[in-house]
C-alpha cells in the first residue's frame, strides 16, 4: 500500500512538471497571413451611360415645349368653328401630344438604361478571376 502511494505521488509529480513545462513554455506566434493584393480592374470610361444620360435629359427637357405645342394646338382646335378644319385640328393636337409623350417616356427609358450602364451591369470579364503562382492558386469571385 505504502508503495502504491509512493508511485501515486511520483507520477503526480511528474504530471505537475509536465503540465508547470508546458505552462511556461515559449509562446510561438503562427506565422501571418500571406497579404495578397487584389488587383483592381482597369477603369473604364462609361461613355454608353454618359451619352445615354445626356439624350435622356434632353429628351425630358424637350418633351415640356412639345407638350406646351400640343396644349395650344388643343386650345385653337377647341376655337375653331369651321368644320372641314376641326378634324384637322384634332389630328394635329393627338399627334403632337404623342410626339411629346413619346419624348419624355423615351427620355425616362434612357435615363434608367443609363444608371444600369454606369451602377449596375459590370463587364463579364472582372466577376470572376484566377490567379496562378509558383505559390499560390487564388480564385476570386464578385458579385
Known amino acids: 500500500m505504502r508503495q502504491r502511494r509512493i508511485a501515486a505521488s511520483v507520477r503526480a509529480a511528474l504530471a505537475s512538471a509536465a503540465l508547470i513545462g508546458a505552462v511556461c513554455a515559449e509562446a510561438r506566434a503562427a506565422p501571418a497571413f500571406e497579404l495578397v493584393e487584389r488587383a483592381r480592374p482597369p477603369h473604364t470610361r462609361h461613355l454608353a451611360a454618359y451619352?445615354?444620360?445626356?439624350?435622356?435629359?434632353?429628351?425630358?427637357?424637350?418633351?415640356?415645349?412639345?407638350?406646351?405645342?400640343?396644349?395650344?394646338?388643343?386650345?385653337?382646335?377647341?376655337?375653331?368653328?369651321?368644320?372641314?378644319?376641326?378634324?384637322?385640328?384634332?389630328?394635329?393636337?393627338?399627334?403632337?401630344?404623342?410626339?411629346?409623350?413619346?419624348?419624355?417616356?423615351?427620355g425616362e427609358g434612357l435615363l434608367v438604361t443609363a444608371t444600369w450602364l454606369r451602377?449596375?451591369?459590370?463587364?463579364?470579364?472582372?466577376?470572376?478571376?484566377?490567379?496562378?503562382?509558383?505559390?499560390?492558386?487564388?480564385?476570386?469571385?464578385?458579385?
Open 119 to 143: 451602377f449596375v451591369h459590370h463587364p463579364a470579364s472582372t466577376r470572376v478571376a484566377i490567379g496562378i503562382t509558383p505559390s499560390r492558386c487564388v480564385v476570386a469571385c464578385s458579385f
Open 51 to 106: 451619352a445615354c444620360a445626356l439624350a435622356g435629359a434632353g429628351l425630358i427637357g424637350a418633351s415640356f415645349p412639345l407638350a406646351d405645342e400640343a396644349n395650344r394646338r388643343y386650345a385653337a382646335y377647341e376655337a375653331e368653328s369651321d368644320p372641314t378644319r376641326i378634324t384637322a385640328r384634332w389630328d394635329a393636337t393627338v399627334r403632337a401630344d404623342h410626339v411629346a409623350s413619346a419624348a419624355l417616356l423615351t
